[in-house]
C-alpha cells in the first residue's frame, strides 16, 4: 500500500472516509443494507473534559451513521464522510489541546482556554472539511482524485490516518510528563496506558480482521463494531486518567508542590 491510497483500506473495511470516493470501491464483505432513504441520522479541566467529551459524541453520531447506514443518495454517502472526517480530525485537535491545558498555559475552565479549544477547533473543522469535500465533489478540481486512480488522496491520508495518530503520540507524551514530573501517584499512567492499548487494538481490529469477521458472521458484524467499543473504552480511560490527576492535582496544590 502506498501513501495516500485508500484502494487497500477501503477494500478491507467500511471506513465512513471511504464514502468521500463514491462507489469507487467498496469493501469486499460489507454488512447487510440498512435504506435510510433520504433522512440524515444523527444518532481541575472540567469544562474542558466536558468539551471534549462532547465532541466525542458528536464524532461517534457521524461515525455510526456514516458507517453503518447507506442512503440512496450518493451526495448524502459523500456528505456524511466528509462531515466525519473533518470531526475526526477536530476531535484529534481537541484532545492536543486538553494536553496542552494540563500544563496550566491557561487557567482551567477559563474563557481564554474555553474559545481557545472551541475556535481553534471550528476552524480545523472548517479547514478539513472543505479539504474532504473538495476531494469527494471536486469544488476545485485540485484535490479530487484522478479518474485513472479514483482512490488516491494524500491529503485525505494525512488528515485522516497521520494527523491523528501524532496528535496521540503528542497528547501521550504531554500526560505522561505530567505524571512523572509533577504528581507522585503512578496510578494515572495505569489509565494512560489503559487508553492507548484499546485504540491501538480497535485499529487492528478495523483494518487487520474486519473483513474475516464480517465473512465469519455472514455480514452482522465487522470490525467497526468492535472499533467503536474500543474507542469509547480509550475515551473512558482517559475520563479516568483525568479524574486521577485530578485527585493528585488537588492534593498538590494544597500542599504547594504542584508548580510548572
Not at 98 to 110: E, K, L, W, Y
Not at 174 to 199: E, G
Not at 201 to 207: C, R
Not at 216 to 244: E, H, K, Q
Request: hydrophobic letters at 55%.
Amino acid at each position: 500500500m502506498r501513501y495516500g491510497d485508500f484502494a487497500s483500506l477501503c477494500e478491507r473495511s467500511a471506513l465512513p472516509v471511504c464514502r468521500l470516493f463514491g462507489d469507487v470501491v467498496l469493501p469486499s464483505c460489507h454488512l447487510d443494507v440498512y435504506d435510510a432513504g433520504s433522512a440524515v441520522f444523527v444518532n481541575l479541566r472540567r469544562r474542558e473534559m466536558t468539551l471534549l467529551l462532547s465532541f466525542f459524541c458528536i464524532m461517534l453520531v457521524f461515525n455510526i451513521a456514516g458507517a453503518d447506514f447507506i442512503h440512496s443518495s450518493g451526495q448524502i454517502n459523500r456528505w456524511l464522510g466528509a462531515v466525519n472526517t473533518a470531526l475526526v480530525v477536530s476531535f484529534f485537535w481537541a484532545l492536543f489541546l486538553f494536553g496542552i491545558v494540563g500544563f496550566q498555559v491557561m487557567a482551567d475552565g477559563s474563557l481564554k482556554s474555553m474559545l481557545t479549544i472551541i475556535g481553534t477547533t471550528l476552524i480545523i473543522f472548517i479547514s478539513m472539511g472543505y479539504i474532504a469535500a473538495d476531494t469527494a465533489f471536486g469544488i476545485s478540481n485540485g484535490l479530487k482524485p484522478k479518474p485513472s486512480n479514483p482512490l488516491y488522496s494524500p491529503g485525505v491520508f494525512t488528515i485522516y490516518l497521520v494527523v491523528p495518530l501524532v496528535a496521540i503520540v503528542l497528547f501521550m507524551i504531554l500526560q505522561t510528563t505530567i505524571v512523572v514530573r509533577f504528581l507522585s501517584a503512578r496510578l494515572p499512567l495505569v489509565w494512560l496506558v489503559s487508553s492507548f492499548f484499546c485504540f491501538a487494538v480497535g485499529q487492528a481490529i478495523m483494518f487487520g480482521a474486519s473483513k474475516k469477521m464480517c465473512q465469519s458472521t455472514n455480514n452482522r458484524i465487522d470490525g467497526a463494531f468492535f472499533a467503536t467499543l474500543l474507542d469509547s473504552a480509550a475515551v473512558s480511560c482517559i475520563y479516568g486518567f483525568w479524574s486521577a490527576i485530578t485527585v493528585d492535582d488537588n492534593a498538590a496544590f494544597e500542599e504547594d508542590e504542584y508548580k510548572f
